[in-house]
């Protein structure tokens, strides 16, 4: 399986299949995609249609589970996240697989634009090895995973110093998301009503 299906089935995984939560600022999703932020994504249709015809006749089964199932809502729904996430924040150069399927997951919570700069902050927070020599160019926190933060994570990842186990720029980008989550409930307690999810979805990045 390659790295993005993997970080595709986790996300999945934790986003569930439909759902209208009224606390949810997304609103209406299927599989983590908001019509709220999200209205012109080609699935809606479908999804709509595969709503009309809902019935539980002869043990069909019916909406939302009929949605859930559909093979070209899912085919979508993969583009999807291709396109939207993945691609943005360059998931095929990210070296551990770990780090990618994080960045990845915070970026469909999150945006692509918060995923880049936890990422970029963690890059600039350790650019200075324990000899207090620079690795490489401290970096724009932009957002964008252009060339720079692209060369910076090849910089960091040097041979030799790539550890799967424990990787201080994985957990760097993981704690900053978690803080961010935090902070979202402080201003708004409503949202605690996703805080064991969000936290959840943490572990699980620094378990994948």
């Known amino acids: 399986m390659s790295d993005f299906e993997n970080a595709l089935q986790r996300v999945l995984l934790a986003e569930g299949g439909w759902s209208d939560h009224p606390l949810d600022?997304?609103?209406?999703?299927?599989?983590g995609i908001s019509r709220?932020?999200?209205?012109?994504?080609?699935g809606w249709k479908l999804l709509d249609t595969l709503r009309r015809r809902a019935t539980v006749v002869g043990?069909?089964?019916?909406?939302?589970?009929s949605a859930e199932r559909d093979p070209m809502l899912l085919g979508w729904v993969r583009q999807f996240y291709f396109t939207e996430f993945w691609t943005p924040i360059s998931g095929d150069t990210i070296p551990p697989p770990r780090l990618a399927s994080a960045l990845f997951s915070i970026a469909v919570?999150?945006?692509?634009?918060?995923?880049v700069?936890?990422?970029q902050d963690g890059l600039n927070t350790l650019a200075m090895d324990g000899s207090g020599q620079q690795r490489y160019r401290l970096l724009q926190v932009d957002g964008v995973c252009g060339p720079n933060t692209q060369q910076a994570i090849r910089d960091h990842?040097?041979?030799?110093r790539l550890?799967?186990?424990?990787?201080?720029?994985?957990?760097?980008?993981?704690?900053?998301?978690?803080?961010?989550?935090a902070e979202i409930i402080r201003h708004d307690p409503t949202q605690g009503v996703f805080a064991r999810g969000w936290l959840n979805?943490?572990?699980?990045?620094?378990?994948?």
Do not use: N
């Not at 600022?25 to 599989?31: A, K, M, P, S, V």
């Not at 919570?109 to 995923?115: K, P, R």
């Not at 990842?157 to 030799?160: E, F, H, I």
């Open 25 to 31: 600022r997304g609103g209406e999703t299927i599989f």
């Open 36 to 42: 709220k932020y999200h209205p012109t994504w080609d």
């Open 59 to 65: 043990g069909a089964p019916g909406f939302p589970q």
């Open 109 to 115: 919570v999150s945006g692509v634009t918060t995923a």
């Open 117 to 119: 700069k936890f990422l």
């Open 157 to 160: 990842y040097t041979p030799g």
């Open 163 to 181: 550890d799967r186990t424990r990787d201080p720029l994985t957990w760097h980008v993981i704690a900053l998301w978690t803080a961010r989550c």
């Open 201 to 208: 979805r943490a572990m699980g990045m620094w378990d994948g």
